[in-house]
C-alpha cells in the first residue's frame, strides 16, 4: 500500500496495474496459486455466495474442476433466467470441459454416476441456448453423448428425457415419423418414472409431430393432454408454448377465431405471470391468425411486437416465424417489395442456421412474389423446390400451401 501498488476499489483492494499483478502471479509457485485461489474461493462462498462466475474461476485455478463445474452450472442457470444464452452456453461448455477432466474418484462432484448426472444437466442446459440460437447441428451432435451417458445411468426418467430430446431433434430436421416413435417413447418411459413434467413434454413433441404430418385430431388431443399437466403443474412458460402450438393447428384447419382466442389467452398468461420475453411466442401467433382471417392492423402490430422481441432475446426461429407470416401478409395486400423483403431475410436466416421448418412456406412465398410480378419461370422454380421439401418432409400444411401457389401460376403459364 505505502508504494501504490494495491489500490482500493468497490469490490476491494486491486493491483493498480496488470504487468505488477503479473510479476507477483509469476513469483508464485502452481501449489501456492492453487492454495491462494482455493482460500479466496472459500472466502468468497461465505461472503458473496451468489458470485458464481467468480467461484468457477477460483476453483478452477484451484484445481478443483468439480467444485468449479458446479458453479459454473449455478451460473449457467443464471445466465438462462435472463435470456442470456450466449454467456449461458459458454457457462455449460465450461462445466463440460471440467467434468471431462473431473477424476472419478474426486470429492467434488461424488461418483461417477453423480458426474454423469452433471454432464447431463449441462447438456441440457446447453441444448437450450443451442435451440434458441439455431445451432441445431452442435444440438444433434451432443446427442450422441447424451445417449451414452443415459444408457449408462438407465433409469427411466433419464430414458424418458434422452427420448424427448431426439423427438426434438427429429422435428427440428422435419423427419416427423421418427419424432413421433421416439416421443411415444419417452411417454411411456416418463410415465414409468411418475414423472407428469417429462410426460407432458413428450406428449406435446408428440402432438407436434401429427399436427405437422396432418393427423389433427390426434395432434389436438396430445397437445391438450400435455397443455393440462403444465396448467396443474404451474409451468407457465411450458403452458404457453402449447397454447401457441394449439393456435397454429387451429389456423391450419381454418378455426381463424379460435386460433386467435388461444392466442389471446396465452398472451394474458404471459402479462400475469410477468413473462415479459415469452410474450414473443403468442404475439407471433395472433399476427398469424390475425393475417389469415384478414385482421391486417392487428396482423402487423403483433408480428412486428413479436419480431422486436425476439430480436432482443436472440430467438432466431421466432424471428424466423415473423418473417414468413410479414412476408404472407405483404403479399396479401399486393406490397410484393415489402413481402420479398421479409421472406428473403427469413430465408438467409433460415439456411445460416440450418433450419428447414419454414423454408418451405419462405420459397412459396417468394414464389407468389415472381408470379405477381411477372417472373412465371422463376416463381415455377422456386415452387417446385418448395413441393421436394414437403414431399420429403411430409409436412401437411406444407403440400398444401405449396399445390395453391402451384395451383395459380399453372393457370397463369398454361
Not at 194 to 220: F, K, N, P, S, V
Request: charged share 25%; proline share 2%; net charge negative.
Amino acid at each position: 500500500m505505502d508504494h501504490n501498488l494495491l489500490q482500493e476499489g468497490a469490490g476491494g483492494f486491486h493491483f493498480c496495474h496488470d504487468v505488477i499483478q503479473a510479476v507477483v502471479s509469476g513469483q508464485l509457485s502452481q501449489w501456492r496459486r492453487r492454495v491462494l485461489h482455493r482460500r479466496a474461493g472459500e472466502a468468497l462462498e461465505d461472503l458473496d455466495p451468489g458470485d458464481a462466475p467468480t467461484l468457477a474461476w477460483h476453483f478452477e485455478r484451484a484445481g478443483e474442476p468439480g467444485r468449479a463445474a458446479l458453479y459454473c452450472l449455478e451460473a449457467g442457470r443464471a445466465a438462462r433466467a435472463v435470456f442470456a444464452h450466449v454467456e449461458a452456453r459458454a457457462f455449460y461448455d465450461r462445466a463440460l470441459t471440467l467434468l471431462g477432466d473431473q477424476p472419478e474418484d474426486s470429492s467434488g462432484a461424488g461418483t461417477a454416476m453423480a458426474n454423469s448426472r452433471l454432464r447431463l444437466e449441462a447438456y441440457d442446459g446447453r441444448g437450450w441456448a443451442l435451440r434458441l440460437v439455431g445451432d441445431m447441428q452442435t444440438f444433434a451432435q451432443d446427442l450422441e453423448e447424451v445417449s451414452l451417458l443415459a444408457h449408462a445411468l438407465g433409469d427411466p426418467h433419464t430414458l424418458a428425457h434422452l427420448r424427448w430430446r431426439q423427438a426434438y431433434t427429429q422435428r427440428w430436421f422435419c423427419n416427423f415419423p421418427l419424432a413421433q416413435v421416439a416421443a411415444e417413447k419417452g411417454v411411456q418411459l416418463s410415465r414409468e418414472a411418475e414423472d407428469r413434467l417429462l410426460e407432458a413434454m413428450c406428449l406435446r413433441e408428440a402432438g407436434l409431430a401429427q399436427r405437422a404430418t396432418g393427423d389433427y385430431d390426434e395432434a389436438q388431443r396430445a397437445l391438450e393432454e400435455s397443455l393440462a399437466i403444465f396448467v396443474k403443474l404451474g409451468e407457465t412458460g411450458l403452458e404457453v408454448h402449447t397454447m401457441g402450438n394449439l393456435a397454429t393447428l387451429f389456423w391450419y384447419v381454418g378455426q381463424g377465431d379460435r386460433s386467435l382466442d388461444v392466442a389471446r389467452q396465452a398472451l394474458e398468461r404471459c402479462d400475469e405471470a410477468g413473462l415479459l420475453f415469452e410474450r414473443r411466442l403468442p404475439l407471433g401467433d395472433m399476427g398469424a391468425a390475425a393475417s389469415a382471417m384478414g385482421a391486417v392492423e392487428l396482423a402487423q402490430d403483433s408480428l412486428e411486437e413479436s419480431l422486436e422481441i425476439a430480436r432482443q432475446t436472440g430467438d432466431r426461429t421466432q424471428e424466423i416465424l415473423c418473417h414468413v407470416h410479414l412476408g404472407w401478409l405483404s403479399l396479401r395486400m399486393k406490397r410484393c417489395p415489402e413481402a420479398q423483403a421479409h421472406l428473403a431475410t427469413g430465408l438467409a436466416l433460415a439456411e445460416k442456421i440450418g433450419s428447414p421448418t419454414e423454408q418451405g412456406w419462405l420459397l412459396c412465398g417468394l414464389a407468389e412474389v415472381k408470379r405477381l410480378t411477372g417472373e412465371g419461370q422463376a416463381a415455377l422454380a422456386l415452387a417446385r423446390s418448395a413441393e421436394a421439401m414437403a414431399r420429403r418432409s411430409g409436412a401437411a400444411y406444407d403440400l398444401k400451401l405449396v399445390r395453391r401457389v402451384l395451383g395459380h401460376l399453372g393457370a397463369e403459364l398454361l
